[in-house]
């Protein structure tokens, strides 16, 4: 199925396409001011935690992980949006993909920021995450290379470099076109950014080289790197952490929550900066059958999961096991199972319930499972430890709470900001070639 | 020859009086919990007397098991600490570095015998406890972890003393506080390395058991209990 | 300096520059989108992959060699708990190469667009219409009524010459 791009007509994409760029409505000051408020209750939490101690928060003896984690895991499995979306689909030349790459990208880098403050923020001592990072220094001390989470922070900041460069790399020629916007600050800045881009062939085509080879590679990033955030719990004996199947489980869950994302994402930028023609129900029909696609690989790999547990039977699995389906956090579960799997079945599943009205409704209840998800590996099984002298249960406080609030509201700051500052559809990308017109 | 420290705890002789809790609280300079706090389960008992019920009253049995850090020679601990706060000394012990801890708890999680604790906050003694602080072992500050490091400056001050009057150290010179504090003398402390040692021969001993030893964890911790 | 609107007379314009002898080196193609010729047209080979794969590779190879390093050097006294891991070495080789591949990748198309290439600022750049693909000949002075006819011929509008120094 085509694209409605043929049919509009060359000017008018060019207008749409730029003209958020230029003042705000009311309703983005309003958005924007209430998400920065959010923002700010979550640094004011950060620093009475960071003076008074992490004791202000719910985590206690066993449960040494709660939400901070939760949200690194989770932040860090939305990126996987923009890899999936723009790489794979760049390599498969499927053509859909053109409106939707920058808005994906965008959300890869920012759910990068965001997700990477929380290894600094979940510390004991935060002031000292430097330590961590490999540099000399008169003490002779480096840091432990075994340890996961030295393979964290390598991924991790691999991953950042390698998504910033891919939102770069395309922007510039859209840039260049903005290079003759009416605020002298803003020309300056795209001028800047632009590099001086003329628009000559050269530049096009070391420009399509470039992005070929950073899809490759960005795809291999982006496998690793959920690999190894899921190796931070594989790697250690911990009942039902110590699971080989940790690795590819959330490499799946993290394109499965990036793709709710920017099904969401997508369909809030649609109504607000009007772009009906260019995100079209070709475009959410078809996200909703990868929506769809990944619903069911999550729940495979799920239910092996369990049944792997359940079948072995050993006691302190058991435990945890318990304690997720039939005890205390059996809520949870099932509202995870409902909001992964069943409510995608059925609302996606069912080709005339799928519009995109039930697709958005579809992706928010993804993500709060996904997030559930990532709660129920975390506080079950630190809850339930070998010793079960030492159990315990996780209770979180507002601290945590004014925390995770604050990076959703910040990722809304950080998008709203963007939209604002670049065109959310690659311009250069999506407008037809000229031939086109005859 | 290197020493290699382990300790033997005789199951059968334990009273679950928990002098030992006691000692090691006041030997550490362990921090004190308000009632809230250990509600939340934020207390720290570098060693812990473990209770276990058998059977329905009257015929009620109880188990004492002291639990303390067992001082892995696998420890699952070490590998994982990002800034080697954590690691193995040549004499055996798994040691706790403060200064070098960051707070990122991966070490508590990784621990089966959950021995690890943290310093929720800055460490408060109610009035006069704070007199009775011991000068050889450190505060600890907010945002680090800790655990039971077998009285290390007792060791210290042990072989220091043995290296400063020329004399070899001798079986059951230094123990740490739980050891010489027990009523029922069911623990022993001493050199593994040594075959004479008290706790060598106990834990050669048919009654000798390790706590999830199945789990490759070697630790150097023997309870002495009946085969069943 | 000619616009084109059609591709086909563009392509056309261009084989036959190229058959009066105008180097491909000597033309370039300004346009807002970017325009995908046939081969053989106006090719211009890339050693992007090459210095990708290189990058990689050095970026990979001195992390781990670095990591390596650090690990048996390390001075920390331990009763026999290792301090090299072959296997976090490896994720980290791993991480490291696809590292420097990306900055690789990124640096060589810096150099390769000609953006970070110090610029002769004689040369006049087309300010680009939408829609518009203009075609820059460079060119000396007994060559310019030959390039301008067949510009012409192939369909050019608003073609325009330059004087420059």
């Keep these: 199925m085509a694209t409605s791009a043929p049919e509009l007509p060359y000017a008018k994409i060019r207008e749409d396409l730029f003209r958020p760029l230029s003042g705000g409505s009311a309703r983005y000051w309003i958005t924007i001011c209430a998400a920065l408020s959010i923002v700010i209750l979550g640094l004011v939490a950060w620093s009475i935690q960071v003076r008074d101690g992490m004791g202000v928060t719910g985590l206690n003896r066993p449960v040494f992980w709660g939400f901070y984690i939760v949200d690194f895991v989770f932040w860090i499995g939305i990126s996987h949006a923009g890899t999936l979306i723009s790489a794979i689909l760049r390599l498969t030349d499927a053509a859909w993909r053109k409106p939707v790459t920058r808005a994906a990208e965008a959300i890869t880098v920012f759910c990068l920021m965001i997700g990477g403050m929380f290894p600094i923020i979940h510390l004991g001592r935060s002031w000292l995450f430097y330590w961590l990072i490999p540099y000399p220094n008169p003490r002779l001390l480096w840091p432990n290379f075994r340890s996961p989470l030295l393979w964290d922070l390598v991924a991790i900041l691999t991953y950042v470099t390698g998504s910033v460069i891919y939102l770069y790399l395309p922007l510039i020629p859209d840039m260049a076109q903005l290079g003759e916007h009416n605020v002298p600050w803003r020309r300056r800045l795209y001028r800047i950014l632009s590099l001086g881009w003329t628009g000559s062939d050269r530049e096009w085509h070391a420009l399509e080289r470039a992005m070929k080879l950073m899809a490759c590679i960005i795809l291999a990033i982006a496998v690793s790197v959920h690999t190894v955030v899921s190796w931070d719990f594989a790697m250690s004996i911990a009942p039902m952490w110590h699971s080989t199947i940790f690795g590819p489980y959330f490499v799946v869950g993290a394109i499965f929550s990036g793709i709710a994302a920017l099904l969401l994402v997508m369909g809030t930028l649609r109504r607000a900066l009007g772009l009906e023609l260019y995100l079209t129900k070709h475009h959410f029909n078809n996200l909703s059958k990868l929506l769809l696609l990944m619903s069911l690989l999550w729940f495979y790999f799920t239910f092996a999961e369990y049944q792997t547990v359940w079948y072995g039977n050993e006691p302190s699995e058991m435990a945890v096991f318990a304690s997720k389906i039939r005890g205390p956090y059996a809520p949870f579960f099932w509202t995870m199972v409902f909001c992964n799997f069943v409510v995608p079945f059925i609302l996606l599943g069912i080709k005339k319930l799928r519009t995109i009205t039930t697709a958005m409704i579809a992706s928010v209840c993804v993500l709060i499972g996904m997030w559930l998800e990532r709660y129920l590996i975390v506080a079950p099984t630190l809850g339930n430890p070998r010793m079960t002298s030492a159990a315990g249960v996780y209770v979180p406080t507002w601290i945590e709470f004014a925390i995770t609030a604050a990076t959703f509201s910040g990722m809304i700051v950080l998008y709203l900001l963007f939209s604002k500052l670049f065109p959310i559809i690659a311009v250069w990308e999506f407008k037809p070639h000229p031939v086109e017109e005859e | 020859m290197e020493h290699r420290w382990g300790m033997s705890i005789d199951l059968d002789r334990c009273t679950g009086c928990e002098a030992c809790v006691v000692a090691c609280h006041a030997e550490n300079n362990l921090p004190v919990s308000s009632p809230e706090q250990a509600e939340k389960g934020r207390t720290a008992h570098w060693i812990r007397v473990d209770r276990y019920y058998e059977g329905e009253f009257p015929d009620v049995k109880v188990k004492y098991r002291p639990v303390l850090c067992q001082q892995c020679d696998n420890a699952p601990c070490e590998p994982v600490c990002p800034t080697y706060a954590t690691y193995h000394n040549p004499e055996g012990l798994n040691v706790q570095v403060y200064n070098r801890c960051v707070g990122t708890f991966y070490c508590a999680n990784n621990c089966p015998y959950t021995v690890r604790f943290f310093n929720w906050f800055a460490p408060e003694w109610p009035e006069p406890l704070q007199l009775q602080h011991n000068p050889d072992v450190a505060i600890r500050p907010a945002g680090v972890m800790e655990k039971c490091t077998f009285c290390v400056q007792r060791i210290h001050r042990g072989k220091r003393d043995a290296a400063e009057e020329n004399r070899p150290l001798s079986d059951g010179e230094i123990q740490p506080a739980c050891v010489q504090s027990c009523p029922a003398e069911a623990m022993a402390f001493g050199d593994l390395n040594d075959p004479e040692s008290k706790v060598s021969k106990l834990a050669g001993s048919g009654r000798s058991t390790l706590l999830m030893g199945e789990l490759g964890t070697k630790p150097k911790v023997f309870y002495l209990e009946r085969a069943k | ?165």
Excluded at chain 3, 69 to 74: E, G, K, M, R
Excluded at chain 3, 143 to 159: E, M, Y
């Design chain 3, 1 to 165: 300096m000619a616009d084109f609107r059609e591709q086909s007379k563009l392509e056309a314009a261009i084989l036959a520059l190229k058959a009066a002898g105008i180097d491909a080196d000597d033309m370039d193609v300004f346009s807002e989108e970017p325009v995908e010729f046939r081969r053989g047209i106006l090719d211009r080979p890339s050693r992007m992959s090459l210095v990708a794969v290189l990058g990689a590779i050095t970026t990979g190879g001195l992390a781990t060699a670095g990591v390596f390093a650090a690990q048996h050097n390390y001075r920390l006294i331990t009763g026999g708990m290792p301090v090299f891991s072959f296997w976090g070495t490896g994720v980290i080789t791993y991480e490291t190469t696809m590292l420097g591949s990306v900055l690789a990748t990124f640096g060589w198309f810096l150099w390769e667009s000609g953006l970070l290439r110090k610029r002769d600022h004689n040369i006049p750049v087309p300010t680009v219409l939408p829609g518009v693909m203009c075609l820059r000949v460079r060119c000396s002075d007994p060559h310019v009524t030959r390039v301008r006819q067949i510009l012409d011929s192939a369909g050019a509008t608003d073609t325009v010459r330059k004087e420059v120094a």
